[in-house]
Every structure is written in structure tokens, then in C-alpha cells.
């Protein structure tokens, strides 16, 4: 089955700096990528996806790239603010049924 | 607004006694799905039905069942609840105007005494 793995696992950075999360996929089949934030004690909430036939993706400060022939994507989070402080997990999906989550990463953004 | 709804936001059970977690959907997706989520991993599908069609993970335990009455309640069902059964379960909607996006409710912590 698909495989999902998610680096860092705990992410800190300051204000205003930009946040990098990498995650790598082992099914050549899956084609879609989406990124959930959770904040503690809430469900997780979509908030970027991507198809495996789209590069790049872009939506106000966050970006997710897809590099299908390394099977690597990555949420870019520019300019970070406290309220970004949440656990981030990525997944993979053949179907768009079954998502196959990264162990995830907790970010903090220290003011 | 539309959103997915859990009930309750927090049960105790106790071992081995049955309990039945509740979800409702406003957004009527044709797609429902029930997600474990243990202390500080990621979510797990355990099934989801797609309209009355129920699809089972491999690995989901007997122990867990579902029930989907109507388009906009779905129902976890676990049997026997073990100590293990602890977690957070999530319930999700697709089938909206992009039909791979998977919307979350708040979740149900259950806790095994």
C-alpha cells in the first residue's frame, strides 16, 4: 500500500520567517496531495492540494510543490505568523478516497 | 453554514460496554468517512461509504461498525470497546464541487475506563 513519509517531525520558527515540510510518497499511482493543518483539540481543516498534473500551486502565503518523478511534494509557508502554530500532515491518494497521511509536524512560530 | 457535525465532542465509556459515536453533514456529500486518530499520530480510515455502498479498510477491526441511515448521518458503531479503542475518531464528508476534497468535523475524544 501507499506509503507516506513526513519530515520534520516538529518544526520551530520566528516570525515573519518562512516554513518548509517535505513529504515523500512510494505509489507511482497516486495522484493526489492535499495538506491539513490541526490545531489542538480541532479537526484537521484542508487548506492547499494538488494534482499530479500540476507542478506547483499557490495560494496567498502557502505554495505546495510535486516532483512526480522523485514522488516528493513540500508546503511552503511564507511570512509566518503565531496563528500558524498547528501540527501539519500531508497525504497521498490513489482514488481520492482512501488519504494516506504523513505522521505529521508540529510547527511553532515563536514572535 | 454548511459543515460537518459531530456528537458528542467528548465520551467515556467503559470497557467492553457498547457505544455508538454520532455524525451529520450539512453539506450533503454523497461521501462519508470514519477516521481513528490516536495521541499524536496521524489519522487512520477505518471505512467510508460512498452514497449506501460501505467500504471497509483491510486492517479495521470487527470490533468497529457503521451504519448510514440517510445521506446526512452516519454512525460509528464499536462493539466491545477495548483500552486500545481510546482515540480521537473524526468523521469526513467529499463529494462537493471537487469531489477528492475532504472536509473534517471537530471529532469525538473517547475515553476507556
Known amino acids: 500500500g501507499e506509503n507516506v513519509e513526513q519530515h520534520p517531525s516538529t518544526l520551530s520558527v520566528q516570525e515573519g520567517d518562512s516554513a518548509v515540510i517535505k513529504c515523500t510518497y512510494s505509489?507511482?499511482?497516486?495522484?493526489?496531495f492535499p495538506w491539513y493543518k490541526q490545531e489542538l483539540g480541532k479537526g484537521p481543516q484542508l487548506i492547499i492540494d494538488i494534482r499530479s498534473n500540476v507542478g506547483e500551486k499557490k495560494d496567498q502565503r502557502i505554495a505546495v510543490t510535486l516532483n512526480k518523478t522523485a514522488k516528493h511534494f513540500s508546503l511552503h509557508i511564507t511570512e509566518t505568523q503565531p496563528e500558524d502554530s498547528a501540527v501539519y500532515f500531508c497525504a497521498a491518494s490513489i482514488s481520492g478516497y482512501a488519504l494516506n497521511f504523513g505522521k505529521g509536524t508540529s510547527l511553532l512560530v515563536t514572535p | 453554514d454548511a459543515m460537518v457535525i459531530q456528537n458528542p465532542r467528548y465520551q467515556v465509556t467503559q470497557f467492553g460496554k457498547p457505544v455508538t459515536l454520532s455524525c451529520s453533514q450539512t453539506l450533503n456529500h454523497n461521501v462519508m468517512y470514519w477516521y481513528q486518530q490516536k495521541s499524536s499520530q496521524a489519522p487512520k480510515l477505518l471505512f467510508h461509504?460512498?452514497?449506501?455502498?460501505?467500504?471497509n479498510e483491510a486492517d479495521t477491526p470487527d470490533n468497529f461498525q457503521s451504519r448510514r441511515p440517510n445521506t446526512s448521518f452516519c454512525f460509528l458503531d464499536i462493539r466491545s470497546p477495548g483500552l486500545g479503542d481510546a482515540a480521537m475518531y473524526l468523521c469526513a464528508t467529499s463529494g462537493g464541487t471537487d469531489p477528492y476534497e475532504q472536509y473534517f468535523g471537530p471529532g469525538t475524544r473517547l475515553t476507556v475506563t
Open positions: 505509489d507511482s499511482a497516486s495522484n493526489y
Open positions: 461509504y460512498y452514497d449506501k455502498d460501505f467500504n
